[in-house]
């Protein structure tokens, strides 16, 4: 609690923020309430809906004492997990995505991202990935796909996180890639499915409205290396670093290639501490002109990376950023190497923890962008528990990593359920010690 508190101190405003719910039930359970009720299904990892009844029992235990006194509420009875699915169709995925901006905006105030930025920006990974599969239709917006002889039916969603030191990412955007309603109806040549570039196009208006002022580097694989994103990176303000690939932009590949010939002075040398030597060349000023004759100037880097005992790894990124000896190390490093991270700390973790990316926890498509919400905002808290040193400091005296000593992060859940259910936080938990105030550090080792 002491982690969550230092980080958003302001959580019961923000939560009164959220949109209004009118509850047919006859005890109104407060928006902020249910919200954060939401929110716990997935940071205690419950698996389903059903399991907050069970696991969150208010007779005989001190479920509704913690939770009264962390969100300033009154509760004599607590809700059931129809009341919570009922507000998840009343409230709008909007005020899960403010609550998540504010979130975000006190991780930046605190200058979280400093560490990781990318020649003075904040690193912003982009990705897709499924959500949910269907065997058969389930609505008007699913995107079809045949495979072999079957047809799924499927919700995927495009993510936009902030990159931060030691593994953390911290979503910032969601857009759900599905169909037009009536799409199918379409002419033949207008019936075009969404996908994860198309996305963008609504993504990155929403990102600059909740981040005008930000300095931000965007970062992704080598699909975005085309004109469309080159274009809405410029239309944005964002500097960006895409994966560079023969096989996207074979064109400008081979100009690469040829003029690193042409330059065999540019080149940066690094010996890693495990033997590990990594060699960097780039160009600048490449002319490249896409598909619909928009003409841009670009520049590209590589890295031939040679573990001892193995075989040289080339990787190569595009960028608009300025490369030289003093800033072409930071922009692979920084700009380059993150992009797995979304994939390993992000999706991996969301899919195979007791969050269940992947579950149905709801099958109306309005109120899954809910669910989808509330189970980023736990992430994001579950992330910060984990890095944040408290608990870093604790277990590293028992000599073990925070999941070295609790196994996974299914088991840090239970153990917070367990803290929720028996025991009556202190008073402490909720006041900062008098005199000097609590520093909660993140790792950026
Ligand atoms: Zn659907």
């Given at each position: 609690m002491q982690t969550l508190r230092h980080f958003f101190p302001q959580w019961g405003t923000w939560l009164d923020q959220l949109p209004d719910s009118r509850d047919q039930d006859a005890i109104v359970y407060p928006r902020r309430f249910l919200t954060c009720w939401g929110i716990l299904l997935y940071v205690l990892q419950l698996g389903s809906r059903r399991q907050l009844d069970y696991q969150l029992r208010a007779e005989g235990t001190q479920v509704l004492t913690n939770l009264n006194r962390l969100l300033g509420t009154r509760l004599a009875t607590r809700p059931v997990h129809d009341t919570l699915d009922h507000f998840a169709g009343h409230t709008t995925a909007a005020g899960g995505e403010r609550l998540r901006t504010q979130l975000n905006q006190r991780l930046l105030r605190m200058k979280v991202f400093e560490p990781t930025r990318v020649l003075g920006h904040v690193p912003l990974i982009t990705d897709g990935t499924g959500h949910l599969a269907f065997g058969q239709r389930h609505c008007d917006r699913c995107l079809k796909q045949r495979q072999g002889k079957k047809t799924l039916y499927l919700h995927q969603v495009l993510e936009a996180k902030f990159v931060g030191p030691a593994g953390l990412v911290s979503s910032v955007g969601s857009a759900f890639i599905e169909n037009e309603p009536?799409?199918?109806?379409?002419?033949?040549?207008?019936?075009?499915?969404?996908?994860?570039?198309?996305?963008?196009?609504?993504?990155?208006?929403?990102?600059?409205?909740?981040?005008?002022?930000?300095?931000?580097?965007?970062?992704?694989?080598?699909?975005?290396?085309?004109?469309?994103?080159?274009?809405?990176?410029?239309?944005?303000g964002w500097a960006f670093v895409f994966t560079f690939k023969g096989g996207r932009l074979p064109g400008l590949w081979r100009e690469f290639q040829a003029l690193l010939r042409l330059v065999p002075e540019q080149v940066v040398t690094v010996d890693l501490p495990d033997g590990t030597r990594q060699e960097y060349r780039w160009v600048n000023r490449l002319d490249y002109e896409d598909s619909e004759q928009r003409r841009w100037t670009l520049n590209a880097l590589q890295c031939r990376e040679t573990p001892p005992g193995e075989g040289p790894k080339l990787f190569a990124w595009v960028t608009g950023l300025p490369l030289s000896r003093q800033t072409v190390v930071e922009v692979a490093t920084r700009g380059g190497r993150p992009r797995w991270r979304i994939e390993n700390e992000g999706f991996n973790r969301q899919k195979n923890s007791g969050m269940r990316l992947e579950h149905v926890y709801s099958t109306d498509p309005d109120k899954l962008r809910?669910?989808?919400?509330?189970?980023?905002?736990?992430?994001?808290?579950?992330?910060?528990?984990?890095?944040?040193?408290?608990?870093?400091?604790?277990?590293?005296?028992?000599g073990q990593t925070v999941l070295g000593w609790f196994g996974s992060w299914e088991n840090v859940g239970q153990r917070l359920l367990e803290s929720l259910r028996n025991w009556a936080w202190p008073e402490e938990s909720f006041t900062p010690p008098a005199g000097k105030a609590t520093r909660i550090g993140l790792d950026s080792s």
């Amino acid at each position: 609690m002491q982690t969550l508190r230092h980080f958003f101190p302001q959580w019961g405003t923000w939560l009164d923020q959220l949109p209004d719910s009118r509850d047919q039930d006859a005890i109104v359970y407060p928006r902020r309430f249910l919200t954060c009720w939401g929110i716990l299904l997935y940071v205690l990892q419950l698996g389903s809906r059903r399991q907050l009844d069970y696991q969150l029992r208010a007779e005989g235990t001190q479920v509704l004492t913690n939770l009264n006194r962390l969100l300033g509420t009154r509760l004599a009875t607590r809700p059931v997990h129809d009341t919570l699915d009922h507000f998840a169709g009343h409230t709008t995925a909007a005020g899960g995505e403010r609550l998540r901006t504010q979130l975000n905006q006190r991780l930046l105030r605190m200058k979280v991202f400093e560490p990781t930025r990318v020649l003075g920006h904040v690193p912003l990974i982009t990705d897709g990935t499924g959500h949910l599969a269907f065997g058969q239709r389930h609505c008007d917006r699913c995107l079809k796909q045949r495979q072999g002889k079957k047809t799924l039916y499927l919700h995927q969603v495009l993510e936009a996180k902030f990159v931060g030191p030691a593994g953390l990412v911290s979503s910032v955007g969601s857009a759900f890639i599905e169909n037009e309603p009536g799409w199918e109806q379409l002419p033949a040549d207008e019936r075009k499915q969404q996908c994860e570039l198309k996305a963008m196009d609504a993504l990155a208006p929403a990102l600059k409205r909740d981040y005008p002022q930000l300095k931000i580097c965007w970062l992704g694989d080598a699909l975005w290396a085309c004109g469309r994103a080159f274009a809405i990176a410029r239309a944005h303000g964002w500097a960006f670093v895409f994966t560079f690939k023969g096989g996207r932009l074979p064109g400008l590949w081979r100009e690469f290639q040829a003029l690193l010939r042409l330059v065999p002075e540019q080149v940066v040398t690094v010996d890693l501490p495990d033997g590990t030597r990594q060699e960097y060349r780039w160009v600048n000023r490449l002319d490249y002109e896409d598909s619909e004759q928009r003409r841009w100037t670009l520049n590209a880097l590589q890295c031939r990376e040679t573990p001892p005992g193995e075989g040289p790894k080339l990787f190569a990124w595009v960028t608009g950023l300025p490369l030289s000896r003093q800033t072409v190390v930071e922009v692979a490093t920084r700009g380059g190497r993150p992009r797995w991270r979304i994939e390993n700390e992000g999706f991996n973790r969301q899919k195979n923890s007791g969050m269940r990316l992947e579950h149905v926890y709801s099958t109306d498509p309005d109120k899954l962008r809910v669910y989808y919400l509330w189970l980023q905002i736990a992430h994001l808290l579950l992330l910060l528990v984990e890095k944040g040193s408290l608990l870093r400091r604790l277990t590293a005296a028992w000599g073990q990593t925070v999941l070295g000593w609790f196994g996974s992060w299914e088991n840090v859940g239970q153990r917070l359920l367990e803290s929720l259910r028996n025991w009556a936080w202190p008073e402490e938990s909720f006041t900062p010690p008098a005199g000097k105030a609590t520093r909660i550090g993140l790792d950026s080792s």
